[in-house]
């Protein structure tokens, strides 16, 4: 994926914009290894190209949305999430600000697993599923990315998303 204005920042000032915006549990969590957070620019359909997650789970046959504390919770990529219209529905509606004129760019506070090369999205999901959905190319998109190897296993999120992570259930990493 091409990267444009990236740009190194600190941890701490990492952890001050997930505490401000993120709700999601995984907000907290730091990887065990190698951990360098960045900001850039990239084009959203070639960021919703890559593996990409949202922090939303299916059962296995992918029918339904489950927990992701849910023994058979399975990691669905955005665009998948936001071709399903009744997952898109969930995380769309009575979202009004999106269907006001077209979006010029968006925001996105993402973990990246550099392992396995899969970002989970922990903010920014309304805007990114409307973009999947509508199919929307050329809008920039702004990531502050949190990177590293070695997620904790008890993690919420990206111990469904990651490959590298072996569940409990399982007996083997997910991919």
């Known amino acids: 994926m091409r990267k444009d204005k990236i740009t190194e920042i600190t941890l701490e000032s990492w952890h001050r914009l997930a505490t401000k915006h993120v709700r999601t549990l ?3 969590y730091l990887p065990l290894s ?3 957070a960045y900001q850039y620019e990239c084009d959203s359909s070639t960021f919703l190209m890559s593996e990409t997650y949202i922090v939303r789970y299916t059962d296995p046959q992918g029918r339904s949305l489950v927990s992701y504390d849910d023994p058979c919770a399975t990691a669905i990529t955005i665009r998948d999430f936001a071709n399903n219209e009744d997952f898109a529905k969930s995380v769309l509606a009575d979202r009004d600000d999106l269907n006001q004129g077209p979006i010029q760019n968006a925001d996105a506070i993402v973990h990246h697993c550099v392992g396995c090369d899969r970002r989970v999205v922990i ?3 309304h805007r990114l599923t409307w973009l999947a959905k509508n ?3 050329g809008v920039v998109l702004k ?3 949190l990177s590293g190897v070695s997620w904790p296993a008890d993690m919420p999120d ?3 998303a990651c490959a590298c992570i072996r569940r409990p259930e399982t007996s083997a990493p997910l991919g």
């Open 26 to 28: 995984s907000g907290r």
């Open 34 to 36: 190698s951990a360098m």
């Open 123 to 125: 903010d920014g999901i």
């Open 135 to 137: 199919g929307t190319d």
């Open 143 to 145: 990531v502050t990315e």
């Open 158 to 160: 990206m111990a469904v």
